[in-house]
């Protein structure tokens, strides 16, 4: 079974909007940690923002912030006041215990691009 | 500062040649390591970790190998490449313990 699903594969958003990415992820473990990635056309993986499992309050970093929702699995990542460079890839990623070779599980990305 | 550093940025090799990715972490010691793929318009694959000198653990049986011949070292290897090896290959470095992985710059390997 997959772990972290992405099921939006592109969005466009008009600049200085909004936006949500959706992500789900699968894990039987009690502690996880959740990551959103940036990867622009240049190929680097820009890390965003993190939330652990136990964290009670969703994790914010300036214009990032991500709607945890335990329960439900769920990890969205919302981008408020959208700009030109946030276009860009988007991965959701999961990371199960922090003991040696716990690697991280990628979704498949969702394609942000950032109409002026 | 803990940086790292890929290389090289871009590769063109023909099938059956061999392959050899180097990734090398700087400002820190005992870092786990990892090789990532990703294949175009797709998510990120995991190919290969390593928690410690000469330690690899492959997760996907394939025609690449890793190395790790020092603790701050990680190399990708493959002895007769093939078509379906193209793609972005991403090095990563971890401190145990401490959240986040760090992202090479990638190399973008295209195989003809």
């Known amino acids: 079974a997959q772990k972290i699903t992405q099921t939006q594969p592109g969005m466009f958003v008009q600049e200085k909007e909004a936006v949500t990415l959706d992500c789900t992820y699968d894990?039987?473990?009690?502690?996880?940690?959740l990551f959103w990635y940036k990867q622009p056309s240049s190929g680097e993986m820009i890390f965003l923002i993190y939330?652990?499992?136990?964290d009670e309050q969703n994790a914010t970093e300036g214009r990032y912030s991500l709607n945890f929702q335990k329960a439900r699995k769920s990890a969205n990542l919302v981008i408020s006041a959208s700009q030109l460079g946030d276009s860009a890839m988007y991965f959701c990623?999961?990371?199960?215990?922090w003991g040696f070779g716990n690697v991280l599980h990628c979704g498949s990305g969702t394609q942000v691009i950032v109409l002026p | 500062s803990q940086t790292i550093h890929q290389w090289p940025a871009t590769l063109v090799q023909p099938v059956g040649s061999p392959l050899s990715l180097e990734c090398t972490v700087e400002?820190?010691?005992?870092?786990?390591l990892y090789w990532y793929r990703q294949a175009a318009g797709r998510g990120l694959q995991l190919l290969f970790y390593?928690?410690?000198?000469?330690?690899i653990s492959s997760e996907v049986p394939q025609n690449l190998s890793a190395s790790r011949p020092q603790d701050r070292q990680f190399i990708l290897s493959s002895k007769k490449l093939l078509l379906s090896d193209s793609g972005f290959y991403l090095c990563?470095?971890?401190?145990?313990?401490?959240?986040?992985?760090?992202f090479g710059s990638g190399t973008r390997l295209t195989v003809v």
């Open positions: 990563a470095w971890e401190k145990t313990g401490v959240r986040g992985y760090t």
């Open positions: 390593s928690v410690g000198i000469g330690q």
């Open positions: 400002g820190t010691s005992n870092p786990n």
């Open positions: 894990t039987s473990d009690q502690s996880y940690g």
């Open positions: 990623a999961m990371r199960e215990g």
């Open positions: 939330q652990g499992s136990y």
